[in-house]
């Protein structure tokens, strides 16, 4: 069964400091896909991006950046010199690929980060 | 600018009586997602269909709840009798699966439901 973990449920930090998320999945199959979606205070769940499992190459988007380790099962989320703005809650979510998964997707329980100015 | 349309967007209604939400999901997607979010559980996935057959509901509560898409263009998400507990924010999500190949879901803004 997938199963995924954010084991920090809020993070608080100053303006422009740079702040890390954790997320750990569990999962049996060999294909699966990793998401990050943003949830700020107007309550939408926004996309930030998708990795799939077989491309370990890290990515950075603007301040946005993620790590993706499968030695360790991790697909941590950093956003550097962070913004009011970036306040809001970060859920990390798996997919499994096989047929028998059929695709769903499973949420980690969210990390609430709260930037202060 | 495609998006996932879900309504309503809000709605408060007695104990007992008949919730249905709907849900349009983006063209061309051939998933879809239903989701109840509360504090005390998260994120936790109903019910989600692959073109248009339900793929799996074990996450929804047989008694009272039924989800169905009559068309591509419709999801439906029905509570009878609704109940104080069910009281949460409904999220509808559609996504494009293609073999074991799974792209993005993208969210509507959530139905919140209040039961009194």
């Known amino acids: 069964a997938q199963k995924v973990t954010q084991a920090q449920t809020e993070i608080s930090v100053v303006e422009k400091e740079d702040v890390t998320l954790d997320c750990v999945y569990e999962t049996r199959d060999t294909t699966y896909y990793l998401f990050w979606y943003k949830q700020p205070p107007s309550g939408e769940l926004v996309f930030l991006i998708r990795?799939?499992?077989?491309?370990?190459q890290n990515e950075i988007s603007g301040r946005y950046s993620w790590n993706f380790q499968k030695s360790t099962s991790s697909f941590n989320f950093t956003i550097t010199a962070s913004q009011v703005v970036d306040s809001a809650v970060y859920f990390c979510?798996?997919?499994?690929?096989?047929?028998?998964?059929?695709?769903?997707?499973?949420f980690g329980g969210g990390t609430r980060v709260l930037v202060k100015p | 600018d495609a998006r996932v349309t879900q309504t309503p967007r809000h709605k408060v209604t007695e104990m007992g009586q008949e919730v249905t939400m709907r849900c349009q999901p983006i063209l061309g997607h051939n998933t879809v997602f239903w989701y109840r979010q509360t504090m005390m559980q998260g994120l936790e996935l109903l019910a989600y269909f692959r073109n248009r057959a339900p793929l799996d509901d074990s996450g929804m509560p047989k008694d009272r709840f039924s989800a169905e898409m009559p068309d591509a263009t419709l999801a439906t998400l029905k509570i009878q009798p609704s109940e104080p507990r069910d009281s949460a924010v409904y999220f509808c999500?559609?996504?494009?699966?293609?073999?074991?190949?799974?792209?993005?879901?993208?969210f509507g803004q959530g139905t919140r439901l209040t039961v009194v």
């Open positions: 990795r799939n499992s077989f491309d370990e």
């Open positions: 979510a798996l997919s499994e690929g096989s047929k028998a998964a059929g695709n769903k997707l499973t």
């Open positions: 999500a559609s996504g494009l699966v293609i073999g074991a190949g799974a792209t993005e879901a993208f």
